[in-house]
């Protein structure tokens, strides 16, 4: 039986030695520090964090979610173009609707989701799925498009 893999507990040399993505984890940290430039960047609220995971993807856990009972912010930091994207983000999208609706009401808080775009090529993944009278979209940025201070 293997433990679960969670870079987060590992000691700065095992993190070293690992093939954990270290782009991934120095963006969530940041982004979780409660008045984050990051999250300001975006136009993300201080908010609390929320947990990551959903128990519908295998293996996946979300990058960084925030929120309260109003407002969920879920961000993925993605170094890659992942052609898959979309489908992904709607997977996620219905963990939290999962999560965080009242069962008895339908009622829930509004998610808000974002993909920054931390890779060196050009941004070129599709931020959307419509397909029949389905539609579904969420914000997609490059963190290239950020001035520098």
């Known amino acids: 039986m293997s433990a679960t893999f969670d870079p987060t507990t590992m000691t700065l040399a095992e993190l070293r030695e690992s093939r954990a993505p270290k782009y991934d984890l120095m963006l969530k940290t940041f982004f979780s520090f409660r008045y984050s430039s990051l ?18 993807m295998d293996g996946l856990r979300m990058d960084a979610v925030l929120g309260d009972d109003h407002e969920i912010y879920h961000v993925e930091f993605q170094a890659q173009n992942h052609s898959m994207m979309h489908e992904r983000m709607l997977d996620y999208y219905l963990g939290l609707v999962e999560r965080y609706t009242d069962t008895k009401t339908s009622d829930g808080p509004t998610i808000r989701q974002y993909v920054l775009y931390v890779g060196s090529d050009r941004l070129n993944m599709k931020p959307y799925i419509v397909r029949d009278r389905f539609r579904f979209c969420y914000p997609m940025r490059s963190i290239k498009a950020f001035h520098s201070f």
């Open 39 to 56: 999250s300001a960047m975006l136009g993300i609220p201080p908010l609390r964090r929320l947990t990551e995971e959903t128990g519908r």
